[in-house]
């Protein structure tokens, strides 16, 4: 729903229909991932894409029929072994996709829902997509944390008993402080075992953080490809002559302070989660070996990476090991930062540190797809 919110608020707040087409599961090679929607405007406008153009005439059809029945539908697309190239994905993937009409009447919830998410604030939506009773099926639910540690979370709508919304509450909440999105299984009342109704969960959390620490040219680009890539991105520097807005326009903060203080601060204030990223580029030791200090010590982060060459490198594990600093912290280290694709410039920097991050997230090798085998997309690499 995110990548086409602005459309869809478009036409909510003119009190128009729309229908909504959004990937709930993926199974093998799908090309786009649970949570990725298309809309059938009012005007039969085509907005974003499931599956990348091989399925979206089928879900278009399937869309209006919707809007017109006001019938939620779940359809399932694959590969048909009579004509693979009919209506299913010629990747192989196989795609659940749930089609819905959205209006001011079946989704009086949408305006708070978009104002959260454009104020970045956390909120999850939960939508029965399957279920034995036909009608049950649609109904939805939202949830939102707590605003301070420890305070209650809250819940607008059911999903039609205190059982169904308790079960689904609970594992919402889960999905959200991970910023995921996925399908849940449940019994016909949200028994924990049990099977006959599926629930979609969009866990909207604020864009993960990326923290890159040395105000230089490479962290220009750096931050340049962290926002293309959805982060919220923050770079620090103790020196107020290079950390400047103007220097960094694609950075969402600037932050003049020393980088070891910040990120101690940072931590000490909750703002570190497991999506977080750090980009170490300062390759000055009086920098970043405090920081390290801090950075590989904290409790759960996505990815620390620090620039340097192989001397710098191994001058730097030397200081951190006086510093206390033990070889299992330090195996959370990546240095020299990135992959090996023979970057030169900033930019190519940027995408080689991007390229490494990625695979970290999804269980990449970072190796070239044409010498590997097996499937492409993966799932979420464990933490």
């Not at 939620?72 to 659940?96: E, H, K």
């Not at 962290?226 to 923050?234: A, E, I, K, Q």
């Not at 996505?302 to 006086?322: K, P």
Request: net charge negative; hydrophobic share 40%; with cysteine.
């Amino acid at each position: 729903m995110r990548d086409v919110l602005d459309e869809l608020m478009t036409w909510w707040d003119s009190g128009e229909t729309v229908g909504m087409a959004t990937v709930v599961a993926t199974f093998q090679s799908a090309p786009r991932p649970p949570g990725a929607s298309m809309l059938v405007g009012p005007d039969e406008t085509a907005v974003g894409s499931v599956s990348g153009g091989c399925v979206e005439g089928a879900v278009y059809e399937l869309a209006k029929e919707v809007v017109e029945s006001g019938t939620p539908v779940l359809q399932r697309y694959g590969v048909s072994d009579d004509d693979a190239f009919a209506v299913g994905l010629t990747c192989g993937g196989i795609l659940d996709v749930f089609v819905e009409k959205v209006d001011r009447s079946t989704f009086p919830e949408l305006g708070e829902v978009a104002a959260d998410l454009r104020a970045g604030r956390p909120v999850a939506v939960a939508t029965v997509i399957e279920h034995t009773d036909p009608a049950v099926l649609g109904r939805r639910m939202i949830v939102r944390p707590g605003v301070d540690a420890g305070a209650p979370s809250s819940t607008t709508g059911s999903l039609g008993s205190a059982r169904m919304d308790d079960a689904v509450h609970d594992d919402a909440l889960g999905l959200l402080a991970h910023g995921t999105n996925s399908t849940l299984t449940y019994g016909t009342d949200g028994e924990r075992r049990g099977e006959g109704m599926r629930v979609f969960v969009w866990g909207f959390a604020p864009k993960p953080r990326m923290l890159v620490f040395g105000a230089i040219d490479f962290a220009a680009a750096v931050a340049r490809v962290g926002s293309f890539l959805g982060y919220h991105v923050t770079v620090c520097d103790a020196r107020p002559v290079f950390a400047t807005h103007s220097r960094f326009p694609d950075a969402d903060e600037v932050v003049v302070d020393w980088p070891h203080r910040f990120l101690a601060k940072e931590s000490e204030e909750g703002r570190i989660d497991p999506r977080t990223v750090i980009a170490v580029l300062t390759h000055d030791p009086k920098f970043d070996v405090p920081l390290l200090e801090v950075a590989l010590r904290l409790p759960d982060v996505a990815y620390i990476g620090a620039m340097g060459s192989r001397r710098t490198h191994d001058d730097r594990l030397a200081r951190l090991r006086e510093a206390g600093i033990t070889d299992e912290e330090l195996a959370r280290l990546s240095s020299p930062i990135g992959l090996d694709l023979g970057a030169r410039t900033p930019e190519e920097t940027a995408i080689s540190i991007a390229a490494e991050i990625i695979a970290g997230r999804w269980g990449g090798s970072g190796e070239r797809l044409a010498t590997t085998a097996g499937r492409i997309h993966r799932e979420a690499a464990l933490s």
